[in-house]
């Protein structure tokens, strides 16, 4: 069964507390239990990892090379400042999706650019929780 | 059945033919005919427009309401100049949902940041002729 | 009698639609019955045009020339990117004097500058629906 | 009779002897009296202040609350630099209607933007001394 | 024989009464006799095109394709910000040559760049009509 | 008793009518008749100046010299645009601490950054009428 | 007793070491010592924690609400450049205020904004460790 | 005897005290004094004007006009600010000659434009108060 | 018979060897003989001049007044960096023609303007050698 | 025997993986043998760390102190971005060298500044792996 | 007798002829002339040298040092793009002082700063030939 | 014996007098007779280069291709202007190295890139005369 990993930055833990009228009210758990289950009805195996951490982030994505078939990223706040995170999609080859649950180009200017999905596969914006299904499932189709 | 517009800016017509690399062999037609018969299979009803002037555009999205159930909107190059149809999808209350082929974080400096997106339900780019799917599938949910 | 040219440009034509909290609830047809009635008392007779395509636009303040005494132009978006308009009034004779509806100054910082605006003779901005009877007051008295 | 204050920035006391080809050849004191009759015909009374102060300008525009109908204001070469006045303007209900003698987009960049104007209910911008007469029409209508 | 497209973009039909001392006294109808007679001369069938709307530029430079031997295009106010007629002419296949009658790097700090002349074959600016001239001459040499 | 003074800027004069929810209800006299007397049980006397005048600001900060301990100074909206201010600030010996009741990095981009603060011994920020209390305990650990 | 968390990002670790004519001579220890007891006369207990790891001060951050009645944050470099931080300081509830040894607007052009201050409740900036002391007084007065 | 005015902007009454390794040592009043004595040798007399007020300078300018034969003027800080000061130098035509002490170009990013040096007849930066001497010597020679 | 300048700046001795694939594979000598011959069928005269020293260009271009009928001139890297050369262009009389080989708005950031071509008669570009070609019958035209 | 610390930040352990025309072919594990070997002959003792976590470089940049000669550092992307490792390195005194495997002055515009290099001794970019010998030989000398 | 060195950079050899309207009518000679006699009625003997060339400037300016009391320089077009002269003039020990024959505040954009003149003496900008003499009165006095 | 060019670009031949805590106090001579020295040992013939002007040094580097097996190149204040350099470098084949004296990253803004770096094979900056040296054991291996 084709596995894939479900990669999540900061703060991404405190989903469903954090700004609940932009991100849901549903918490990380949660999110993560629908989309296991649904995936699973798709002949999909998911696996979640959150880190606050930017190093921990570019570990797990170096790790994932080889182990998962692809890997749907949502890089939070690291998107938008950190070049090593895009060097090191850049660097594996394993298939990167970005997601971002908020419309990134409906915010502040500096969420505007993503230096982390410059480099990744494509990028799907602002369509809340849904847009995570729709990564695995375009990931789905590439494997 | 639920109806959908897809809506295609200047130059998609060309598909097929301006840079293949970038944007696939197939056709406009080709790739519309496919979506249809996709979506049919799924009980949704698409129909197609594609035109090159700006005010075409506008008068397509308005006419849109109250007709479609949503509209999947590539806007090609005018995502980054068009104040008009920023205003335009802003002002209108059908769900408009925004498709790039290519990667738009991933080209030219003047790719990177589109107008029509800051007021679009959600952006999807970099997925090749499954962005339009992964929309269609949306759109379908929010109807 | 004295004629003059009411123009608007792109999505005008949703006034009483778009963010009636900014722009009115009156349809641009009420306005325009308003306006008429209302010049028609100071003796003046108004001709109403909107288009959502720029070279429109373009067209009838060409055609303007020599028929119309003054134009009252609000070239909605169109004010912020469009060269061609700029070059288009700047090339005519007939005097245009430039209205918008809400603040210019007091929202997005695209909006800030209007190209239209620096070739036109004057600029209202910010004062609703009543911007057009200033602008055709001030025109009738240029005749 | 309802009053309205006509305020005057930095540099108007010139008028007539400054630029005449862009301001005009007469002095304040001339279009002064030309406003104040022909508001009074109209059933307006007018009263008019100059100053070169900022602090005097803020000073007046406070006092104004509660004794004016509305302020009729050109802050000269202050609209581009002033966040005191700006703030001023937003602290204070008294309706202000910002009026610039020449068109301030079609001259030196540092003239494009007006920091006042952001905050003041409109602005009325290349029509000469017949901008102040609309101004005063606009908030004889508001009163 | 040999055909070239003559296009031209939004206010060039002004050609003669648009600022004479920069563009000329000639109407677009004799400038274009005379181009057609001098062409002749050399052998070449010249067509002419004119328009105010971008999306009718980019319809008649796809139709080019296969039917003329190359397109002398002036763009017009559209050089600086239509990306659509940029994506456009890198679509096609048809030697595309820019011209400008006025010098685009002596004038207004928004006309330096051209988008349009990206993705040209060349760019002759400053030569008046006669850039016209050396732009046939050039592609007659390409075909 | 060791003595300060707290100098207040432009439009301050205006507190508890200016946005309240943004810089609290109380008049400015309240709050200087609440911290005086709070500022005497901890054994300092201030004095307490405004004026919406740049100039004035600047003298009163030249005459401070030798007669007060240290100055509080809210400098109001000339914090982001008086280069005087700032020259006079870093001219004087007396200790200056700058105040500002909202927090100026959360505002409008144009309040980010302070010329005074620059030359002041620090800056409290977004505290509310607390932060002229901090200011104050500060101060008088300084003499 | 009311308990605060006293947060330091990176290189803090380093005081005493680092710059000492900028950042005083003493020790993180011996500084957090004479807060401890200067809190405890105050009836408030402290508690320290210093980081160089981003995400384990994000980690931190959100450990601490529920427990904390406020933060008091040094984010050191990171408040320059991180939106991950940024996003976690605006998604918990418990009040952080930040806190700079240095003044941050008189040094480099990168130190002037703080991303982190935007969504702090205020900003101590310049006035050494007494800055703490004068967070810690506020927060106790939150609480 | 031909008459010149000296007029000091802000901060300038400071000479002496203010960084004198930048300015020098001498007051004021003693370079005032010297520059009277050194003129009158030469058969000119001199005015002094100090002021602190942005307005006060305009009023004095103003006044100048008819009663000097030239002004020496050094603005300090407003020189880079002020578009007040810089339309009344532009409005009178008493020829204005700006002086600055230091040299502006070798300083702060903010200092090293002009806005009333743009309309003066020209500038002297950087000689110290000799700077004052050779604008006299330049004036002398135009009257 | 008519005489003209062709003037080549910086590395444009280099040709045929410096990237071939851009510039073309001929010496700058073979293209310079191919030109002489071309002209001289045309009843023209042409001289030759290269030089990597900017001076050395500015001294050339001064001497061609009254010498040539007009210069044609590729400054290469020059026509981006020198305001000297810009300045000498447009004080000497003969009119100069800018031809470069390349597409310069194709090309690097830094190469899209040209200060130079700020004051020639016209630039042509992109055209390969026969920008020099264009260039001469258009100032043969001229004389 | 001189011991030195070759420091690699994020990305570095995937060498021979990434990019092998920009990076080489060799593992980082290869790299490190050789230049132990090579240091070894030349009487210097080299250790090796990687990290991807740049609180843990902090860490082991500030642990150098006293127990290295010197640290070889490659800072990978958070030269780019990282103020907090900028901060550490400035603030420790074991000499630190910057080496960059690829030429940052030839890549993306963000990698052409390093902050990180502002205060290191020096930088050596662009001669791959030999700029750690190069460095390596450097700090031998200096201890 | 004192000797002071007067060097012009490009261009300056075509006074008279190059902008009269700008520089004036009279030749470098004639200038000469004068000046030279001027100066040596006031004990003081000049040389004059020009040159086109950036590297003849630095060369005459290092061979000044212990030649000449001093160096009157007007390094036209290259103050504004010159690090190198910057770098000359920063690096010996003859006083350097700037002259413009125009305003360079008052033109173009590009000419508003001066490299050279950050580290020269002083400059005196905008008061024509007689800036020269006062450059020479000025550095007289400094020998 | 390979050998190498040792060019030096502008004011370095004032190498012991500029700024010597910057560059150190030994003249060029000194320097190149020890580099003369060292190199030979190592089997290495130098050659030595030095002029201020920019056209000799692109007439050097361009004669250096088949006599020199490399070049160690430092351009001084030519690397950040000068695009005739950059292309030169980028044109010819023999290996260039730039070396820097002092470390560019960390003084003026405008000394950060290098044009002339970009096109090099590497760059070596801050580490005094030891960057020749490690540049060229860095040519000779490439040799």
Redesign the interface.
């Known amino acids: 069964m084709p596995r894939l990993l479900v990669l999540h930055?900061?703060?991404l833990?405190?989903l469903g507390?954090?700004?609940p009228e932009v991100y849901g009210e549903r918490s990380l758990k949660d999110i993560s239990s629908e989309l296991e289950a649904w995936a699973r009805e798709k002949g999909l195996e998911l696996e979640f990892l959150q880190?606050?951490?930017?190093?921990?982030l570019?570990?797990n994505l170096?790790k994932a090379e080889g182990v998962f078939g692809g890997v749907v990223f949502n890089p939070?706040?690291?998107s938008?400042?950190?070049?090593?995170?895009?060097?090191?999609i850049?660097?594996?080859e394993v298939p990167v999706?970005e997601v971002h649950i908020s419309?990134i180009?409906?915010r502040e200017q500096?969420?505007?650019?993503?230096?982390t999905?410059?480099?990744?596969?494509?990028?799907?914006?602002?369509?809340g929780v849904?847009?995570y299904k729709?990564a695995i499932?375009?990931l789905a189709?590439l494997i």
Do not use: M, W, Y
């Not at 880190?51 to 921990?56: A, M, R, W």
């Open positions: 930055g900061p703060n833990n405190l507390k954090r700004d880190s606050n951490i930017e190093g921990d570019i570990d170096q939070g706040g690291f938008h400042t950190s070049v090593a995170l895009r060097d090191c850049s660097a594996i999706l419309n180009h409906a500096f969420r505007r650019h993503t230096l999905g410059e480099v990744s596969r494509g990028i799907i914006t602002g369509l849904d847009g729709l499932l375009q189709e």
